[in-house]
């Protein structure tokens, strides 16, 4: 991988990107209170679920199959398979979310000026955009190569877990580092398997993670917006 194309993906997969992924949890708060997950043992497997079951089979692809499509400024394939991923946010908080981060990282990729003219107007006519769909116009502007984008967007993913539940378990720092060593293998793994998903065989399938989400909307205390 290029200097370039490294410090590209490092900025894109960095907890400072200004996209608010910091504020949610994305039901691990509402599994923290239903007593799912509550410690370290509980998380990992919150954390190694999440990408070999939910991100793996729709996040992941869809990123995936909506790089090639901005390579190829297919605007009106982007818009159905961008349509198809919102509507199937199993829950009010998990739609919200990503149409937030999504927005956020469509303005940014305008303020930065990244991609080309033709590419940032089919971004500008999203609306609403997903995040993944947004963060896939990023990763194809930069040029990243699809297991790195991908590998970059589920480590940002597992990160932005793990600080959630160092807060909310609570976790003490060693054992969240400890989860992130973990789950090296399985970003691998759900990378591998999500390259090899075809656009119909992408699903978001995870009847738990809705119910939770759901539940999270009248949580009596709460910390994260999802």
Do not use: C
């Not at 939910?54 to 009106?76: C, F, K, N, T, Y």
């Not at 394939?77 to 979310?97: G, K, N, T």
């Not at 793990?162 to 580092?177: E, F, R, S, T, Y």
Request: zero cysteines; hydrophobic letters at 50%.
């Amino acid at each position: 991988m290029r200097v370039a194309e490294l410090t590209a993906l490092l900025h894109l997969a960095s907890p400072a990107l200004p996209i608010g992924a910091f504020s949610y949890s994305q039901g691990l708060e509402a599994s923290i209170e239903a007593q799912w997950t509550t410690d370290a043992d509980t998380t990992r497997t919150w954390v190694e679920d999440g990408l070999l079951h939910v991100l793996a089979r729709g996040e992941l692809p869809l990123i995936a199959h909506q790089m090639s499509r901005w390579h190829a400024q297919d605007a009106a394939a982007i818009a159905a398979a961008d349509a198809q991923f919102l509507a199937s946010r199993e829950a009010a908080e998990l739609r919200r979310e990503t149409e937030q981060m999504g927005w956020s990282l469509k303005q940014l990729a305008f303020s930065l000026e990244w991609g080309d003219e033709a590419g940032r107007a089919i971004l500008a006519a999203l609306t609403p955009i997903s995040q993944p769909s947004a963060y896939a116009f990023a990763a194809a502007a930069h040029g990243l190569a699809p297991d790195a984008a991908l590998a970059g967007y589920a480590f940002a993913w597992a990160e932005n877990q793990v600080a959630a539940a160092i807060k909310a378990v609570p976790l003490g720092q060693l054992a969240g580092q400890r989860i992130l060593m973990a789950a090296r293998a399985v970003i691998d793994q759900a990378v591998e398997q999500a390259l090899r998903t075809p656009p119909d065989r992408i699903h978001t399938f995870s009847p738990m993670l809705g119910i939770f989400s759901a539940r999270h909307e009248a949580q009596y205390s709460r910390l994260f917006r999802s």
